[in-house]
C-alpha cells in the first residue's frame, strides 16, 4: 500500500500531434511534433466498452470486454486559428483568413496532458489516434458582469491499427518513467511493439 494517497486536483499542458503516416499493421505511426493547446480547463474522457456475460448451469460463468470508441471533450481557454485548422480542418491563406470549406476533414491526432495530484506529482496521459468535430459556437453579449464563453471540442478517438494501444499513462512517482515524462510534450511516446 502506498504511503501515501495521491488524489487528482488538477489539468494542465493539453497538447496535441498530427499522426503523419504508418498506423497500418506493418508500420508505426509517426507524429509530428507536438503543439500546446491554449490552458486547459476540463477534459473528459469516456471510454465505450461492450460486456457479455456467458450463463450456464444455471448462472454466469464468463463475461467479457471489448473496447469500442472513446469519447473525448475538452475545454480550453481559446482555440487560435492555427489550432482549429490543426484539429478541425480548414486552411489559413497568405492574408492569414482561416477558410473552411464543406469538404474539410479533421486530421487524426493524438492528444497528451497531465494531471496534477494532491500530493504534488502527476499522472501523464496520451490518448493516441483521434479526431475532433467542429463545436457549437454560443456568443452572448455582456450583461453587466463578465461571462467568460470558452470553447470545448470533443473527438472520437480508436485503438491503433498498428500496435492496438488506444492510451498511455505514465506516473511522475514511479522513476522508471522519469525519462519518457522528460519528452512526453515534446515527443508521443513510441509503441512497445518491436
Known amino acids: 500500500m502506498p504511503d501515501k494517497i495521491a488524489v487528482p486536483i488538477g489539468l494542465q499542458d ?17 507524429y509530428e511534433t507536438p503543439k500546446y493547446l491554449l490552458p486547459a480547463i476540463t477534459a473528459n474522457v469516456t471510454p465505450n466498452a461492450e460486456s ?65 495530484m494532491s500530493d504534488g506529482s502527476f499522472m501523464y496521459s496520451w490518448l493516441l489516434k483521434g479526431k475532433f468535430q467542429i463545436p457549437t459556437e454560443e456568443a452572448t453579449t455582456k450583461q453587466g458582469e463578465i461571462e467568460f464563453q470558452t470553447p470545448t471540442i470533443t473527438g472520437t478517438f480508436l485503438k491503433r491499427i498498428y500496435d492496438n494501444q488506444w492510451r498511455v499513462t505514465a506516473d511522475s512517482n514511479n522513476p522508471a518513467s522519469a525519462a519518457k515524462i522528460a519528452t512526453w510534450f515534446t515527443k508521443v511516446p513510441d509503441s512497445p511493439k518491436a
Open 14 to 30: 493539453i497538447v496535441y500531434a498530427k499522426l503523419l503516416s504508418g498506423d497500418t499493421i506493418t508500420e508505426a505511426p509517426v
Open 52 to 116: 457479455n456475460t456467458l450463463h450456464g448451469n444455471d448462472g454466469p460463468i464468463l463475461t467479457e470486454n471489448a473496447l469500442n470508441d472513446i469519447e473525448v471533450e475538452i475545454g480550453i481557454a481559446n482555440l487560435t486559428l492555427e489550432q482549429r485548422a490543426d484539429l478541425l480542418g480548414g486552411t489559413i491563406d497568405d492574408d492569414g483568413l482561416l477558410w473552411n470549406n464543406s469538404d474539410d476533414q479533421a486530421p487524426e491526432v493524438a492528444l497528451g496532458y497531465r494531471r496534477s
